[in-house]
Protein backbone atom coordinates (compact mmCIF):
# COMPACT_ATOMS: atom_id res chain seq x y z
CA UNK A 1 0.00 0.00 0.00
CA UNK A 2 1.09 3.85 -0.19
CA UNK A 3 0.32 6.43 0.98
CA UNK A 4 -0.51 10.05 -1.58
CA UNK A 5 2.91 10.75 -1.82
CA UNK A 6 4.01 7.66 -2.51
CA UNK A 7 5.50 5.79 0.52
CA UNK A 8 5.45 2.28 0.88
CA UNK A 9 3.56 0.98 3.54
CA UNK A 10 3.06 -2.94 4.38
CA UNK A 11 -0.01 -4.62 3.52
CA UNK A 12 -2.37 -7.37 4.03
CA UNK A 13 -1.21 -9.62 1.23
CA UNK A 14 -3.47 -11.04 -1.54
CA UNK A 15 -6.79 -9.52 0.47
CA UNK A 16 -9.50 -6.91 -0.49
CA UNK A 17 -9.01 -7.45 -4.03
CA UNK A 18 -12.55 -8.51 -5.05
CA UNK A 19 -15.56 -6.47 -6.09
CA UNK A 20 -18.48 -6.07 -3.77
CA UNK A 21 -19.97 -9.58 -2.37
CA UNK A 22 -22.06 -10.57 0.12
CA UNK A 23 -20.75 -11.62 3.69
CA UNK A 24 -19.83 -10.43 7.01
CA UNK A 25 -16.65 -10.56 9.51
CA UNK A 26 -16.00 -12.75 12.68
CA UNK A 27 -16.35 -10.95 16.33
CA UNK A 28 -13.65 -10.31 18.59
CA UNK A 29 -12.45 -8.37 21.09
CA UNK A 30 -9.53 -6.04 22.32
CA UNK A 31 -8.28 -3.45 24.57
CA UNK A 32 -7.98 0.31 23.53
CA UNK A 33 -4.57 2.06 24.13
CA UNK A 34 -4.65 5.58 25.00
CA UNK A 35 -7.47 8.42 26.03
CA UNK A 36 -10.00 9.25 23.46
CA UNK A 37 -11.36 12.39 22.72
CA UNK A 38 -15.23 13.25 21.95
CA UNK A 39 -16.11 10.60 19.38
CA UNK A 40 -12.21 9.38 19.04
CA UNK A 41 -11.25 6.19 20.30
CA UNK A 42 -7.27 5.35 19.83
CA UNK A 43 -6.22 1.95 19.57
CA UNK A 44 -3.35 -0.73 18.84
CA UNK A 45 -5.17 -3.31 16.24
CA UNK A 46 -8.01 -4.54 16.73
CA UNK A 47 -11.61 -3.13 18.06
CA UNK A 48 -14.82 -4.50 18.08
CA UNK A 49 -17.04 -1.84 16.81
CA UNK A 50 -19.34 -1.22 19.61
CA UNK A 51 -16.55 0.62 21.46
CA UNK A 52 -16.82 3.11 18.22
CA UNK A 53 -20.37 3.03 17.85
CA UNK A 54 -21.16 3.93 21.55
CA UNK A 55 -18.56 6.97 21.50
CA UNK A 56 -19.65 8.47 18.18
CA UNK A 57 -23.55 8.43 19.07
CA UNK A 58 -23.62 10.16 22.46
CA UNK A 59 -21.34 13.18 20.81
CA UNK A 60 -24.01 13.19 17.80
CA UNK A 61 -26.69 13.13 21.20
CA UNK A 62 -24.84 16.35 22.29
CA UNK A 63 -24.62 17.60 18.39
CA UNK A 64 -28.09 17.19 18.14
CA UNK A 65 -29.44 19.20 21.79
CA UNK A 66 -27.53 21.97 20.61
CA UNK A 67 -29.07 22.66 17.45
CA UNK A 68 -27.01 21.33 14.72
CA UNK A 69 -28.12 18.48 13.16
CA UNK A 70 -30.97 19.10 10.61
CA UNK A 71 -31.19 16.18 8.89
CA UNK A 72 -33.72 13.52 10.59
CA UNK A 73 -34.59 11.84 7.28
CA UNK A 74 -32.85 8.60 5.51
CA UNK A 75 -29.71 9.82 3.30
CA UNK A 76 -30.70 7.69 0.74
CA UNK A 77 -33.01 10.05 -0.20
CA UNK A 78 -30.35 12.59 -0.49
CA UNK A 79 -27.82 9.61 -2.08
CA UNK A 80 -30.74 9.48 -5.46
CA UNK A 81 -29.52 12.49 -6.94
CA UNK A 82 -26.06 11.53 -7.45
CA UNK A 83 -27.41 9.59 -10.30
CA UNK A 84 -26.84 5.15 -10.74
CA UNK A 85 -24.46 3.63 -8.26
CA UNK A 86 -22.01 1.38 -9.38
CA UNK A 87 -20.56 3.87 -12.25
CA UNK A 88 -17.07 5.64 -12.13
CA UNK A 89 -14.27 6.02 -15.16
CA UNK A 90 -12.64 3.30 -15.59
CA UNK A 91 -8.95 4.66 -15.98
CA UNK A 92 -5.37 2.93 -17.30
CA UNK A 93 -4.49 -0.01 -15.14
CA UNK A 94 -1.64 1.49 -12.40
CA UNK A 95 -2.61 4.81 -13.74
CA UNK A 96 0.57 7.31 -11.92
CA UNK A 97 -0.46 9.77 -9.98
CA UNK A 98 -3.92 8.99 -9.15
CA UNK A 99 -5.14 7.49 -5.94
CA UNK A 100 -9.12 6.72 -4.56
CA UNK A 101 -10.00 7.41 -1.25
CA UNK A 102 -13.64 6.02 0.21
CA UNK A 103 -15.93 7.86 2.13
CA UNK A 104 -17.37 5.37 3.98
CA UNK A 105 -21.21 6.82 5.21
CA UNK A 106 -23.02 4.41 8.16
CA UNK A 107 -26.49 5.57 6.41
CA UNK A 108 -28.83 3.02 8.72
CA UNK A 109 -27.57 4.37 11.87
CA UNK A 110 -28.62 6.92 14.20
CA UNK A 111 -26.65 10.24 12.87
CA UNK A 112 -25.30 8.69 9.75
CA UNK A 113 -22.05 9.10 10.51
CA UNK A 114 -19.11 9.38 8.08
CA UNK A 115 -16.08 7.30 9.15
CA UNK A 116 -12.73 8.85 9.20
CA UNK A 117 -9.15 7.20 9.89
CA UNK A 118 -6.50 9.32 12.07
CA UNK A 119 -3.05 8.83 10.55
CA UNK A 120 -0.56 7.63 12.26
CA UNK A 121 2.50 9.68 13.95
CA UNK A 122 4.72 7.76 11.95
CA UNK A 123 3.71 8.46 8.84
CA UNK A 124 6.04 11.00 6.84
CA UNK A 125 3.12 13.39 5.30
CA UNK A 126 0.49 14.83 7.25
CA UNK A 127 0.83 12.47 10.69
CA UNK A 128 -1.78 11.99 12.97
CA UNK A 129 -4.19 14.00 10.61
CA UNK A 130 -7.80 13.18 10.38
CA UNK A 131 -8.40 11.52 6.50
CA UNK A 132 -10.37 8.99 4.92
CA UNK A 133 -9.13 5.66 3.92
CA UNK A 134 -7.42 4.98 0.33
CA UNK A 135 -4.40 5.17 -1.75
CA UNK A 136 -2.86 4.94 -5.26
CA UNK A 137 -4.42 2.76 -7.86
CA UNK A 138 -2.55 -0.31 -8.41
CA UNK A 139 -2.94 -2.51 -11.45
CA UNK A 140 -5.30 -5.69 -9.70
CA UNK A 141 -7.67 -3.11 -9.70
CA UNK A 142 -8.14 -3.20 -12.94
CA UNK A 143 -8.70 0.89 -13.57
CA UNK A 144 -11.62 0.95 -11.47
CA UNK A 145 -11.27 3.68 -8.73
CA UNK A 146 -14.10 1.87 -6.85
CA UNK A 147 -11.91 -1.49 -6.68
CA UNK A 148 -9.08 0.44 -5.62
CA UNK A 149 -10.85 2.44 -2.97
CA UNK A 150 -12.48 -0.99 -1.48
CA UNK A 151 -8.70 -2.45 -1.77
CA UNK A 152 -7.75 -0.02 0.50
CA UNK A 153 -10.17 0.39 2.92
CA UNK A 154 -10.02 -3.25 3.67
CA UNK A 155 -6.01 -3.12 4.24
CA UNK A 156 -6.41 -0.14 5.94
CA UNK A 157 -9.39 -0.78 8.56
CA UNK A 158 -10.34 -3.96 7.64
CA UNK A 159 -13.85 -3.02 6.04
CA UNK A 160 -14.94 -6.09 3.98
CA UNK A 161 -15.96 -5.31 0.62
CA UNK A 162 -19.15 -7.17 1.28
CA UNK A 163 -20.18 -4.59 3.98
CA UNK A 164 -20.33 -1.77 1.17
CA UNK A 165 -23.83 -1.91 -0.68
CA UNK A 166 -23.58 0.74 -3.28
CA UNK A 167 -20.94 3.20 -4.16
CA UNK A 168 -20.92 6.44 -6.14
CA UNK A 169 -17.69 7.49 -7.99
CA UNK A 170 -17.60 11.47 -7.87
CA UNK A 171 -15.91 13.99 -8.95
CA UNK A 172 -11.96 13.88 -8.62
CA UNK A 173 -10.12 16.68 -7.00
CA UNK A 174 -6.85 17.42 -6.83
CA UNK A 175 -3.95 17.14 -3.95
CA UNK A 176 -1.19 19.81 -3.47
CA UNK A 177 1.29 17.46 -5.45
CA UNK A 178 -0.77 17.24 -8.04
CA UNK A 179 -2.17 14.12 -7.58
CA UNK A 180 -5.66 13.37 -9.10
CA UNK A 181 -7.72 11.81 -6.08
CA UNK A 182 -10.91 10.13 -6.65
CA UNK A 183 -13.33 10.39 -3.73
CA UNK A 184 -15.87 6.91 -3.65
CA UNK A 185 -19.13 7.08 -1.29
CA UNK A 186 -19.93 4.06 0.09
CA UNK A 187 -22.94 2.75 2.08
CA UNK A 188 -21.44 0.76 4.49
CA UNK A 189 -22.72 -1.93 6.98
CA UNK A 190 -20.66 -1.76 9.88
CA UNK A 191 -18.68 -4.83 10.97
CA UNK A 192 -18.54 -6.29 14.00
CA UNK A 193 -14.93 -5.77 14.55
CA UNK A 194 -11.96 -3.35 12.84
CA UNK A 195 -9.00 -4.05 11.76
CA UNK A 196 -6.33 -1.05 11.46
CA UNK A 197 -3.14 -1.37 9.89
CA UNK A 198 -0.60 -0.31 12.78
CA UNK A 199 1.38 1.33 10.63
CA UNK A 200 -0.75 3.52 8.60
CA UNK A 201 -3.79 4.11 10.86
CA UNK A 202 -3.49 5.27 14.79
CA UNK A 203 -7.76 5.34 15.20
CA UNK A 204 -10.88 6.35 14.20
CA UNK A 205 -13.68 9.18 14.18
CA UNK A 206 -17.30 9.01 13.06
CA UNK A 207 -18.92 12.21 12.31
CA UNK A 208 -22.66 12.62 11.79
CA UNK A 209 -23.54 13.71 7.90
CA UNK A 210 -25.70 16.51 9.18
CA UNK A 211 -22.35 18.14 10.08
CA UNK A 212 -21.52 18.22 6.60
CA UNK A 213 -24.38 19.64 5.26
CA UNK A 214 -24.20 22.50 7.21
CA UNK A 215 -21.98 25.23 5.15
CA UNK A 216 -21.12 27.41 8.52
CA UNK A 217 -19.64 24.75 9.40
CA UNK A 218 -16.77 25.47 7.02
CA UNK A 219 -13.93 27.98 7.51
CA UNK A 220 -10.83 29.32 5.48
CA UNK A 221 -7.68 29.03 7.85
CA UNK A 222 -3.74 30.34 6.88
CA UNK A 223 -1.76 26.89 7.34
CA UNK A 224 2.11 26.24 7.09
CA UNK A 225 2.44 23.18 5.26
CA UNK A 226 6.10 21.94 4.04
CA UNK A 227 7.49 25.11 4.65
CA UNK A 228 4.67 27.17 2.57
CA UNK A 229 2.00 29.03 3.97
CA UNK A 230 -1.39 28.13 2.35
CA UNK A 231 -5.12 28.83 3.02
CA UNK A 232 -6.87 25.38 4.26
CA UNK A 233 -10.52 24.82 4.54
CA UNK A 234 -11.43 23.47 7.36
CA UNK A 235 -13.79 21.68 9.90
CA UNK A 236 -14.14 21.49 13.42
CA UNK A 237 -15.82 18.21 15.47
CA UNK A 238 -15.60 17.30 19.09
CA UNK A 239 -12.37 18.75 19.53
CA UNK A 240 -10.87 17.11 16.22
CA UNK A 241 -9.71 19.20 12.80
CA UNK A 242 -10.44 18.01 9.27
CA UNK A 243 -8.83 20.08 7.22
CA UNK A 244 -7.13 20.33 3.25
CA UNK A 245 -7.72 17.85 0.69
CA UNK A 246 -10.31 15.97 3.03
CA UNK A 247 -12.57 19.08 4.26
CA UNK A 248 -12.67 19.87 0.62
CA UNK A 249 -13.79 16.77 -0.63
CA UNK A 250 -16.48 16.53 2.27
CA UNK A 251 -17.57 20.14 1.11
CA UNK A 252 -17.69 18.49 -2.18
CA UNK A 253 -19.89 16.00 -1.50
CA UNK A 254 -22.33 19.26 0.53
CA UNK A 255 -23.16 20.82 -2.92
CA UNK A 256 -23.66 17.61 -4.78
CA UNK A 257 -26.50 16.41 -2.30
CA UNK A 258 -27.81 19.59 -1.33
CA UNK A 259 -28.01 20.45 -5.42
CA UNK A 260 -31.34 22.17 -6.34
CA UNK A 261 -32.78 20.25 -9.51
Known amino acids: MTDLGGRL ?8 RGCIARSTSANGLTATAGKASAGMLLF ?3 LPTEQVRSARFSQWRRTRRGGHSTMESNPLELLTRLGPAGQAPRLDAGAERVAAVLIPLLASEPGHPVLFTRRAASMRRHAGEICLPGGRLEPADQGSVIRAALRESYEEIGLPPANVSSCW ?15 VLGVVNRPRRWRLQAEEVAGLLEVPLAHFLQPQHYKLERRCYEG ?15 WGL ?9 LLLLAEG
Not at 9 to 16: D, I
Not at 169 to 183: E, F, K, V, Y
Not at 228 to 241: F, P
Not at 246 to 254: E, G, N, P, Q, Y
Open 9 to 16: HPRMTGQG
Open 44 to 46: ERD
Open 169 to 183: ALPPCQNSRGDLIHP
Open 228 to 242: QDKQSLVLDYGGEQI
Open 246 to 254: TARIMDALR
